[in-house]
Structure formats: C-alpha cells, structure tokens
C-alpha cells in the first residue's frame, strides 16, 4: 500500500484529479471513525483500531489522485489478482495432500481447524470464509471468459472445487446463485431467450428448495435445536454432551447456561437480539459506542445473559469476547446510524456501477460483499479492509464501460 501511494504522489498532475463521489464515502466512514474517539466508551479501543482501518482513508486517496484507469488495465489487475489466488490455492492443496499422507486425516481438504496447527484446509488465522470470498472473485474471472482456453476451463474447475472444499455454506450458496445469474442472464444465448430463461431460472430455484434433503435441511436449522448452521461457528471444540440453542431460543430465551452451544445462525441472531437492546438502553441511535468499542458492552450481555465465558488456560475465551458477526450491525452499533448509511450507500453504489457496466467480475464482488456482511464483521479485519477498499475503488474509479461499449467517466 506504501508503494502504491508513493507511485500514485510521483505521478501525480493537475489535471489527473478527478474528485469522484464513490471514492469519497469510505474516506467519510473513516473521518466519522477517527470522530468517534471523542464519544467512545473505550477510546483506547478506538485508537488502537483507527491504524488497522486507515486503509479507509489511503487507498481512496490514492485512487484520486492517480491518473484514470481504462477498463483494460482494470482488467488486467483483475487477471494478475486472480492468478495470485490460483496460486495460493495450489499451495493449499498440495499442503492438504501432504498433511493427509502424513497423518491420514480427511479433516485436511476441509475448511480451516480450530487453530492454526489443527487440521484444516487453510489456517484458522487465514479463514476459510474470508479465503472462499477471494477464491470466488477469481473464479468468476476466469468462467466469464467470452474465450476460454482449456487452461481457463481447467482453473475455474480447479477454484470451483476449492470453493467446495472450504465449506463456507453462505459463500458456496452465493456462488451458486451467480452462476445461474450468470448462465440465465449474462451470457451470449441468455439476452435472446430473456422471459423463458426468467421462467425457468424461477422453476429451478424452487425445485432446488423443494428437494427433500435441502428442504429438511433448511428447516432443521430454523426450528430445531441442532449442532447444524448455515454460518460458520463462533465457539470450536465443544464437547459432548452440551444444549444446541435453536433460533427461538436465542431469540427469546430469559437467559441461558454454560452449557448452552450456540451454532453460528443461533448466535448471530442471539447478537441481533442484543444489538437492539444496547441501542435502546443506552441511547447510542445517532453515535454509536465509538470504533471497537462495544465489547464491554458485549460482555455485559453475556454475564446478563449467563453465556458460556470460556476456561481458564484455554485458547477459547468464550462467547463474551465476539464481534457481532455482522457489518451492518457493527457499524451501527459503533458508529451510530451515519456509519450504517455511509456502508449502505457505498453497496448500493456498488452494485448499481456493476451493473451499469455489465462487468459480472465486479457484481460479483458486489453481491458478495453485501451477503458476507450479514455474516462477518468482514472490514473490521485487516485483510478484510484492504480487500473490500481495494476492490471498490478500482471497480468504481475513473472510466468505465456503459451500455453502448463506449467509455466515460463515472
């Protein structure tokens, strides 16, 4: 990021700036971070977390004041980005295949282990979630190729089946979903055959979710108390023996026991529940508790709520210590409802440019973006930040391609 600020201020002259509306809403969501210091509720919390977010500020910056990128060297960031991943994937499974070969444990092509020496097909540092979301930006470049080679073909099988291995089940639904938008609607054949493929797509998507299996499937997780969830879970390594809380139950429970195991659906709706409780108790609507700064609130909830809290000397610190899973909720319950609108309008902008563009690589970051956040406090990580700033800039910085193929400037 040094080197491509250094790179962006060497080239700089006059007439490259171009102050572009979608470039300003992440450097606002900064500026309204760095304000919230001075109504945090932990503003050493909030110090300490503005350095891991000023990606925020300097990569937009950055971005203006280079000189415009054409759609062809878009492109080609896209394509040097994606052979990157291939070759992180690569990596990944030949590490799979030695570690099985050496201890024989399937658990190796699977997900990630419960820490970074545990079985898994990526570290638990790396995440399996995060990495499914890389690995599927890359793959859409190489399947909507308008001229695949065999190579082509052979690489979006290869990151297809590593999507698979990863087992992040929202991501692989997503991806699925796209695929079909993809096939039905933005391939060569799709614009001719519009309203029967709109038919048939409609006819597929409720045949899928008539299946049995996918149908219990989906029931066991709404209605039932099951060790089973449709996101990843917060708590590993729960023994035997423990209470699995259903969605009712996290929803509408009194209280609960250390022996109460949420899944990673149940505790996503047991933060939502407590989510609207901290804003109503403690009047924080418009601010928010300040940046990284709703953990004690957080962990007041789980004393309230007489959560598992973890054991001493272990590696699991409990429920109490989690984030809320959930962008949107985390930017609100930190930054007030300003720093929700600011994330909102930066989506909608999004996915509004991507389509304008009919550029399928950059809506489906954009679709994956906006399901990961209802899952994962995903810019409240590092990689998280630079990934999603990084991306949004390039797909929606200086010229793009409209409806007639012609070029302007957004």
């Not at 891991?52 to 492109?75: A, Y």
């Not at 896209?78 to 070969?101: N, P, T």
């Not at 709703?294 to 007041?300: C, D, H, L, M, V």
């Not at 959930?326 to 909102?344: A, M, T, V």
Request: with cysteine; net charge positive.
């Amino acid at each position: 990021m040094g080197i491509f600020l250094l790179v962006a201020f060497i080239s700089l002259k006059r007439e490259h700036f171009k102050l572009q509306k979608e470039l300003i809403f992440p450097i606002l969501l900064y500026v309204l971070m760095v304000i919230s210091y001075f109504w945090s509720i932990d503003s050493k919390a909030t110090l300490s977390a503005l350095s891991k977010e000023v990606p925020l500020l300097l990569i937009p910056l950055g971005f203006l004041i280079f000189k415009t990128n054409t759609s062809e060297q878009k492109r080609k960031i896209i394509e040097y980005y994606s052979y990157v991943i291939v070759a992180f994937v690569l990596y990944y499974s030949v590490r799979a295949i030695i570690r099985y070969l050496i201890i024989g444990d399937a658990r190796m092509f699977f997900y990630h282990g419960e820490n970074d020496k545990d079985f898994g097909l990526v570290p638990k540092l790396l995440n399996a979630i995060h990495m499914s979301v890389f690995v599927a930006v890359a793959f859409f470049y190489f399947f909507t190729k308008e001229i695949k080679s065999k190579t082509d073909t052979l690489l979006s099988v290869l990151l297809f089946g590593f999507i698979l291995l990863l087992s992040s089940k929202n991501i692989i639904l997503v991806v699925l979903f796209l695929l079909l938008i993809n096939i039905f609607f933005f391939s060569k054949t799709a614009h001719k055959l519009r309203l029967r493929n709109l038919i048939i797509f409609g006819l597929l998507l409720g045949i899928i979710f008539s299946i049995g299996r996918i149908k219990d499937r989906f029931k066991v997780e709404f209605q039932t108390n099951t060790d089973k969830s449709l996101s990843a879970n917060v708590v590993e390594g729960i023994p035997s023996g423990v209470h699995y809380v259903s969605l009712k139950e996290a929803w509408s429970n009194p209280t609960f026991t250390p022996n109460d195991y949420f899944n990673g659906t149940a505790f996503r709706v047991y933060q939502l529940r407590i989510f609207i409780e901290l804003i109503n108790e403690n009047k924080v609507f418009l601010t928010g508790f300040g940046l990284n700064a709703s953990y004690p609130k957080i962990k007041e909830k789980a004393i309230h709520y007489n959560l598992y809290m973890g054991e001493k000397n272990d590696s699991d610190s409990g429920y109490q210590s989690k984030n809320f899973h959930n962008q949107y909720i985390q930017n609100f319950s930190e930054l007030g409802i300003f720093g929700l609108i600011l994330l909102l309008i930066m989506l909608i902008a999004n996915i509004k440019n991507a389509i304008k563009s009919k550029d399928f690589v950059h809506f489906t970051f954009a679709v994956l973006m906006i399901s990961l956040f209802l899952t994962e406090s995903f810019l409240w990580r590092q990689r998280g930040v630079v990934f999603f700033t990084l991306l949004y800039c390039l797909f929606n910085s200086g010229i793009i391609q409209n409806n007639s193929k012609s070029e302007k400037i957004i």
